[in-house]
Each structure stands twice: as structure tokens, then as C-alpha cells.
T-cell receptor
Framework: GNSVTQMEGPVTLSEEAFLTINCTYT??????LFWYVQYPGEGLQLLLK?????DKGSNKGFEATYRKETTSFHLEKGSVQVSDSAVYFC?????????????FGKGTMLLVSP | KAGVTQTPRYLIKTRGQQVTLSCSPI?????VSWYQQTPGQGLQFLFE???????NKGNFPGRFSGRQFSNSRSEMNVSTLELGDSALYLC????????????FGPGTRLTVL
């Protein structure tokens, strides 16, 4: 079956530091890949996505590149802000569900201090 | 466009009771999915409905059920509640195209005592 593995947190950074959150996946065929963010007390918001190999998703300074050869979709940001503190989830939707359901990683909490 | 709405936002029940949660998708979205979020298990897929039919189902016991109405609104029901059912239940809607961008509601926080 499909699975997503992401680095455990919390990740603690100072403001303006560089961020990387690793994500690798297992899936048959060509899944679509996503990063979602969850702020305290809220639901999930889509941060970025990539639907085919070598695609780069980007939004709000965050980027991730779909690497099929390494089955990875690492999240990066050049300079984090305190407001980026949240839990980040890597997810995929695969062919076996008609791309209509999401399999999530466990989530990585990011804490950014001023 | 209004986002995905879920009601109620908070619920407290006791073991053995049953509960019904409601989800209204974004207008025009025909697919509704439900997820359970717990600290231990993370986010787990429950089921997905499309055009009033259950199209995909996760690995949950039969106590968890759902349905979708002709206006795409969806409900999920949990019968004979157990302590372990305490969780945040998230609903997501999508156009159900291949890009499958799912939009999540704020969730219903269920506490079972």
C-alpha cells in the first residue's frame, strides 16, 4: 500500500534560518504529492503540490520538488518566520484510489523563535 | 466561495453512545472525504463519497459509517463510542479531478468520556 515517511519533530529554528523537512514515499505508479500545513486549532491548508516527476511546487516562499528517482518530496524555505510555526504534513494521492484519497505522513512540528 | 463547514465544532459523549457529524462541502464539489486525526495514529482516511456513493473506504470498523446527500453534504456516524474514538474528525471536499486538491474544514473535536 501507499505510505509516507517524514522526519520527526519538533524542528526548532531561529527566525530567518533555512528550513528543510524531509519526506519520502512509497506508492505504485505516479502519485500526486502534497504538503499541507495545520495551525493550532485549525484544519489543514494546502501549502503546495506537484503532480508529476520533476515538478516543483511553490507557495509563500516554500518549495518542494517531486523526485521520482529518490521517491522524495522535501519541503524547503530559505528564511522562516515566526508565523511559519505550525505542523506540516506530507501527503500523496495514488492511482489505487483513483487519486481521490490522501495518505499522510505523521506530521512535523516547526517552532520558529524570534 | 464559502469554505468547507463542519458541525458541530466540539462534542462530548460517553462510551456506548452514538454520534453524527456533518460536513458541507464547497459549492460545486462532489467528493467528500473524512479523516480521523489522533496524536498517536496521525491522520487516517475513513471514507470518501462521490455522487452519494461510497467510493473508497479506509481500515476502520463497521461502527464508523457515512453517507452523502444529493446536495453533496455528508454525514458520518459513529455508533457504540469507545474512548479511543476521541479525535479530531476532518472533512475535505474536492472536485474529484486528477489533481485532487482537497479543501479541509476546521474539524469536529470529539471527546468520549
Amino acid at each position: 500500500g501507499n505510505s509516507v515517511t517524514q522526519m520527526e519533530g519538533p524542528v526548532t529554528l531561529s527566525e530567518e534560518a533555512f528550513l528543510t523537512i524531509n519526506c519520502t514515499y512509497t506508492a505504485t505508479g505516479y502519485p500526486s504529492l502534497f504538503w499541507y500545513v495545520q495551525y493550532p486549532g485549525e484544519g489543514l491548508q494546502l501549502l503546495l503540490k506537484a503532480t508529476k516527476a520533476d515538478d516543483k511546487g511553490s507557495n509563500k516562499g516554500f518549495e518542494a520538488t517531486y523526485r521520482k528517482e529518490t521517491t522524495s518530496f522535501h519541503l524547503e524555505k530559505g528564511s522562516v518566520q515566526v508565523s511559519d510555526s505550525a505542523v506540516y504534513f506530507c501527503a500523496l494521492s495514488g492511482e489505487n484510489s483513483g487519486y481521490s484519497t490522501l495518505t499522510f505522513g505523521k506530521g512535523t512540528m516547526l517552532l520558529v523563535s524570534p | 466561495k464559502a469554505g468547507v463547514t463542519q458541525t458541530p465544532r466540539y462534542l462530548i459523549k460517553t462510551r456506548g453512545q452514538q454520534v453524527t457529524l456533518s460536513c458541507s462541502p464547497i459549492s460545486g464539489h462532489r467528493s467528500v472525504s473524512w479523516y480521523q486525526q489522533t496524536p498517536g495514529q496521525g491522520l487516517q482516511f475513513l471514507f470518501e463519497y462521490f455522487s452519494e456513493t461510497q467510493r473508497n473506504k479506509g481500515n476502520f470498523p463497521g461502527r464508523f459509517s457515512g453517507r452523502q446527500f444529493s446536495n453533496s453534504r455528508s454525514e458520518m456516524n459513529v455508533s457504540t463510542l469507545e474512548l479511543g474514538d476521541s479525535a479530531l474528525y476532518l472533512c475535505a471536499s474536492s472536485l474529484a479531478d486528477l489533481n485532487n486538491e482537497q479543501f479541509f474544514g476546521p474539524g469536529t473535536r470529539l471527546t468520549v468520556l
